[in-house]
């Protein structure tokens, strides 16, 4: 794995940052991408290696080819995009914030992966981060655990089409991660020690877990087509 460039698509933060983080220390050569120049500057004072930042817009997809186009050749790429839009009760729920959605999630992991094919190592690795809603019955997630779906249903698909591309997702449980900084602290406290109790494992998941199951899925030759559920147990626990 020593000599393997990763790009990460939104590798400033979270999940991302720690997937960059674990594959610098196994010597690979990464690049992070976000839209967000700040936490793409943060990032970059946080991490040693062979990095490169570089901003790019996964919702411009006009721009996508062009950004690539700035990274060259590459061997894996790590699509860490998420949407907190389209949660809520089904019967309530904004069908506006359900498109949004799938505009953040569905259509940016879409439009990134068609984008950076031409500069993708032909038997390289393209691997996407979906969410347990995409597999468990969470009351209040029909909205977000659709556009979750939706990234999940691309991998058999892309895996078979774009062979021998190897193509893979992983889908996180509930993550520490700013995705929950909608919270206030002691609502969030709250809502994870909630999960910790229902979770088998007794504990939410840390950026770090799910970035071990992104860096199998790149390095064993032989995983493709797959979707790997990273969430402690969380869609057994009813």
């Not at 990460?8 to 720690?18: C, D, E, K, M």
């Given at each position: 794995?020593?000599?393997?460039?990763?790009?990460?698509v939104g590798?400033s933060?979270?999940?991302?940052?720690a997937t960059a983080?674990?594959?610098?220390?196994?010597?690979?050569?990464?690049?992070?991408?976000?839209?967000?120049?700040?936490r793409?500057e943060?990032?970059?004072?946080?991490?040693?290696?062979?990095?490169?930042a570089l901003?790019?817009?996964?919702?411009?997809?006009?721009?996508?080819?062009?950004?690539?186009?700035?990274?060259?050749?590459?061997d894996?790429?790590?699509?860490?995009?998420?949407?907190?839009k389209?949660a809520g009760p089904?019967?309530?729920?904004?069908?506006?914030?359900?498109?949004?959605?799938?505009e953040?999630?569905?259509?940016a992991?879409f439009?990134?992966?068609?984008?950076?094919l031409?500069?993708l190592?032909?038997d390289g690795?393209?691997?996407?981060?979906?969410a347990v809603?995409?597999?468990?019955?969470?009351?209040?997630?029909?909205?977000?655990?659709?556009?979750?779906?939706?990234?999940a249903?691309?991998v058999?698909?892309l895996?078979?089409?774009?062979?021998?591309?190897?193509?893979?997702?992983?889908?996180p449980?509930?993550?520490d991660?700013p995705w929950?900084?909608?919270?206030?602290?002691?609502?969030?406290a709250?809502?994870?020690?909630?999960?910790?109790a229902?979770?088998?494992?007794?504990r939410?998941?840390?950026?770090?877990?799910?970035?071990?199951?992104?860096?199998f899925?790149i390095?064993?030759?032989?995983?493709?087509?797959?979707v790997?559920?990273?969430?402690?147990?969380l869609r057994?626990?009813?």
């Amino acid at each position: 794995m020593s000599s393997q460039h990763t790009v990460i698509v939104g590798g400033s933060s979270g999940i991302g940052l720690a997937t960059a983080r674990l594959l610098l220390d196994r010597g690979h050569k990464v690049t992070i991408a976000g839209r967000n120049a700040a936490r793409l500057e943060a990032a970059r004072k946080q991490l040693t290696g062979d990095l490169r930042a570089l901003g790019m817009d996964a919702a411009d997809h006009a721009d996508l080819p062009v950004a690539f186009g700035r990274i060259g050749s590459f061997d894996h790429l790590v699509l860490a995009l998420g949407s907190g839009k389209g949660a809520g009760p089904f019967a309530s729920v904004p069908l506006a914030d359900v498109k949004a959605g799938f505009e953040e999630k569905v259509y940016a992991h879409f439009a990134c992966a068609q984008a950076a094919l031409p500069h993708l190592r032909k038997d390289g690795s393209l691997t996407f981060i979906s969410a347990v809603t995409a597999h468990a019955a969470m009351p209040g997630t029909a909205g977000i655990g659709a556009s979750n779906a939706a990234v999940a249903a691309l991998v058999p698909i892309l895996a078979s089409e774009l062979r021998p591309l190897r193509v893979n997702a992983v889908s996180p449980g509930v993550v520490d991660t700013p995705w929950w900084d909608f919270l206030a602290d002691g609502q969030k406290a709250a809502v994870f020690a909630d999960y910790a109790a229902k979770t088998p494992v007794g504990r939410v998941g840390r950026p770090e877990d799910i970035a071990e199951s992104v860096a199998f899925l790149i390095a064993d030759a032989f995983m493709s087509g797959q979707v790997i559920i990273c969430d402690g147990g969380l869609r057994w626990a009813g």
